[in-house]
């Protein structure tokens, strides 16, 4: 009899044990970061580079995150932020049609995004098409958000925008 409560016992401590281990969704540990989080991290180390002239690692890092947000795109698509980046990493890349096109996309699921607002703005200074950058900034004109200033500097001349 003893030694049926001890098996019976030790099993039920097993079991309880599993359960509580194979369930936990504690990400506080970075390990389970989503392939846009990923992407986002190559791209802000992308933008310091880009700070610091190595162009080469910048595009190297965009290049990791534009696989990375394609990957996202498949599994959760229609996400406005995502298309937001896939247009700014192809945009940074040079494929400027490629990146208007994301961008346009995710105007579709939200038209007054503002980083998107902000980078096809700049996508259209590079490209010459400054009457569909102002277009841009006046949907950001009352945000009261750094994207304003920013694409409003990009266009007045007084920032440079690399792509």
Not at 9 to 34: C, E, H, R, Y
Not at 92 to 111: H, Q, T, V
Not at 132 to 155: F, G, M, S
């Amino acid at each position: 009899m003893i030694k049926k409560i001890t098996f019976t016992f030790v099993i039920s401590l097993l079991l309880t044990a599993n359960v509580f281990s194979a369930g936990s969704s504690d990400n506080s540990s970075g390990k389970n970061k989503t392939d846009y989080d990923k992407a986002v991290s190559y791209i802000n180390l992308a933008k310091k580079f880009e700070k610091k002239g190595k162009v080469e690692k910048a595009n190297k890092k965009y290049e990791k995150a534009l696989k990375l947000l394609l990957e996202s795109n498949i599994k959760k698509p229609n996400s406005a932020d995502t298309l937001n980046y896939l247009g700014f990493t192809t945009r940074k890349l040079g494929d400027f049609s490629k990146g208007e096109k994301y961008y346009l996309e995710g105007l579709d699921i939200e038209p007054k995004h503002n980083g998107i607002n902000e980078y096809l703005g700049e996508l259209y200074v590079v490209t010459n098409r400054i009457d569909l950058a102002k277009e841009r900034l006046n949907v950001l004109k009352d945000c009261n958000c750094v994207e304003y200033k920013e694409l409003k500097e990009v266009i007045e001349g007084r920032k440079k925008s690399k792509y």
